[in-house]
C-alpha cells in the first residue's frame, strides 16, 4: 500500500510569490491534515479536511488556505510568501479525523519550502 | 488550550542502554490521547506508542514503554535496548478524545544520538 505522497519535496520561492502544495493520502483514507514544522516553533496544526469538508483550523494568518478533492487529494496554498514561511509542510492522512480511536496519523515526508 | 513541553532539547544513550525522554503537558481535559511520535532524519514521521487517557495501564509496544503519570500530567518514554536505528528526533503530542477537536498538540521535540 502506497504512503502518504506530497508534491513537491523541495521548492524554493521568494517573498511575496505563492505556492501549493500536494497531498495524496493513503488509499482509503478521507481525513487529511497539514502541520507546519520549523525550528522554532516546532511541529504546529495547519487544518484538516474530511470528506471535503475543513473541520479544524490552526492559528494561521489567511494567507494559508486549503482544499481536498473528492479524490482525498488534499493542497495547500500561502500567498504573498514572506520569509517566515520557510518550514517544513508535513501532510498526515487518516481513516477518520484525528485517527479516530487509534489517534494514529500517517505522515509524508513532507515539502520543504525556502523563502528567500 | 493544550500544551505539551519536553524539556530535554537532546539526549545521547549508548547502544544497548536504556533511556528515557520526558514529557508533561497541561490541559483541562479528563479523557484524551497520548503518542510518541519518532522523525528520523529526513524520513517520514513515525508513530511509535500511544497511550488513552482512561486507562491506568502503561503501553508498551516491544522495546518502548511508557510512564503515564495522570495526575502529575506527566508521560515519558522508555527506550530499552537502544539501537542505531533508534537515533531520531522524539515528539510527545497529545489529542483530545472530544469529536470536532482531533488536531495533534507537538512538544518541541527531543533529538535523541545513539552512540555505538
Known amino acids: 500500500k502506497a504512503g502518504v505522497t506530497q508534491t513537491p519535496r523541495y521548492l524554493i520561492k521568494t517573498r511575496g510569490q505563492q505556492v501549493t502544495l500536494s497531498c495524496s493520502p493513503i488509499?482509503?483514507?478521507?481525513?487529511v491534515s497539514w502541520y507546519q514544522q520549523t525550528p522554532g516553533q516546532g511541529l504546529q496544526f495547519l487544518f484538516e479536511?474530511?470528506?471535503?469538508?475543513?473541520?479544524n483550523k490552526g492559528n494561521f494568518p489567511g494567507r494559508f488556505s486549503g482544499r481536498q478533492f473528492s479524490n482525498s487529494r488534499s493542497e495547500m496554498n500561502v500567498s504573498t510568501l514572506e520569509l517566515g514561511d520557510s518550514a517544513l509542510y508535513l501532510c498526515?492522512?487518516?481513516?477518520?479525523?484525528?485517527?479516530?480511536?487509534?489517534?494514529?496519523?500517517?505522515f509524508g515526508e513532507g515539502s520543504r519550502l525556502t523563502v528567500l | 488550550a493544550q500544551t505539551v513541553t519536553q524539556s530535554q532539547p537532546e539526549m545521547s544513550v549508548q547502544e544497548a542502554e536504556t533511556v528515557t525522554l520526558s514529557c508533561t503537558y497541561d490541559?483541562?481535559?479528563?479523557?484524551?490521547?497520548l503518542f510518541w511520535y519518532k522523525q528520523p532524519p529526513s524520513r517520514q514521521m513515525i508513530l511509535v506508542i500511544r497511550?488513552?487517557?482512561?486507562?491506568?495501564q502503561n503501553a508498551t509496544e516491544n522495546r518502548f514503554s511508557v510512564n503515564f503519570q495522570k495526575a502529575a500530567k506527566s508521560f515519558s518514554l522508555k527506550i530499552s535496548d537502544s539501537q542505531l536505528g533508534d537515533a531520531a528526533m522524539y515528539f510527545c503530542?497529545?489529542?483530545?478524545?472530544?469529536?470536532?477537536?482531533?488536531?495533534?498538540?507537538f512538544g518541541k521535540g527531543t533529538k535523541l544520538t545513539v552512540n555505538p
Open positions: 498526515a492522512s487518516s481513516l477518520v479525523p484525528g485517527g479516530g480511536n487509534t489517534g494514529e496519523l500517517f
Open positions: 488509499s482509503g483514507h478521507r481525513s
Open positions: 479536511y474530511f470528506s471535503e469538508t475543513q473541520r
Open positions: 490541559t483541562s481535559e479528563s479523557d484524551y490521547y
Open positions: 497511550q488513552e487517557a482512561y486507562k491506568q
Open positions: 503530542a497529545y489529542r483530545s478524545a472530544e469529536g470536532g477537536s482531533e488536531k495533534l498538540v
